[in-house]
């Protein structure tokens, strides 16, 4: 927030507020709660379910965000994107599917109450991340419908204040501590916060001023094999795909380069 609050008074972007209305200021204000709730029950739906089905399932989202377009902002995917973004959510799906042990008959037992906690939890991170996707989908569809009149940096000044209140909030209510982290995790967050955040969101808010919401959505779809990849070299995770999310993964990067090209 320190950087983006100097990136508003150094390109004098909070002169833009003069043109919001009371609702704009309130569509903003939103948009930084879904983002602080995607963030919340994405991380969350990690301590029940596999890297690869949560960031899978995540990217749900561009079907909801392509739905909303048409109707609300009036931006309809073509006949070719609608395949694309079919074809990486079935991709999505089945890695979901196939992070559940016993695969689809395990999931009603798992919803009964039945055998399988493995399942049930399996299951109930999957239904996180797909909250993670609904609310991420909202906070994309926010910026592209705000982003036409507003400029970048008072824009994200909103969005990410409201984030960030709304995630201290958060910890209030799930009884958290606020008590100062090690070294170690503090490089973590500020890498976090340097990286994915206030290059990878704003340089997508930026983007979402020129182009439809579905199509910027698009680009996070490569994270489920970038993630994969991570979690299957990385030490401390060390988790190796299955065939299940290894064919999905390749249905999702298909439905990715259908979709995105011109």
Known sequence: MVIVAIALVVTRGWRGYARLQPRDYGLAAGAGVLLALHFW???ASLRYTSVAASV??????????????????????SRRQWGGISLAVLGALIVGVADVPG???????ALLGGEGGDSRRALFGDLLALLGAATAAGYYL???????FLDL????????????????????VTGQSLAPQPPKELLIFAGLAVGPMLLG?????????HLPAFVVNLTT???????TLLAALLPGIAEVPGFGTIAGGV??????LLAARK
Do not use: F
């Not at 969101?201 to 001023?209: D, E, P, R, V, Y």
């Open 41 to 43: 029950s994405w991380n």
């Open 56 to 77: 899978a399932l995540v990217n749900m989202q561009p079907v909801l965000i392509a739905t909303v377009s048409a109707l609300w902002l009036r931006e309809p995917p």
């Open 103 to 109: 695969g689809v008959m395990a999931i009603g037992p």
């Open 142 to 148: 926010i910026g592209r419908r705000i982003r036409q």
């Open 153 to 172: 940096w008072p824009y994200v000044a909103l969005v990410y204040g409201a984030a960030l209140l709304t995630c201290l909030l958060l910890v209030v």
């Open 201 to 209: 969101h704003t340089g997508m808010n930026w983007a979402l001023g």
């Open 221 to 227: 779809l490569g994270e489920p094999i970038g993630a």
């Open 251 to 256: 249905l999702v990067l298909t439905g990715v």
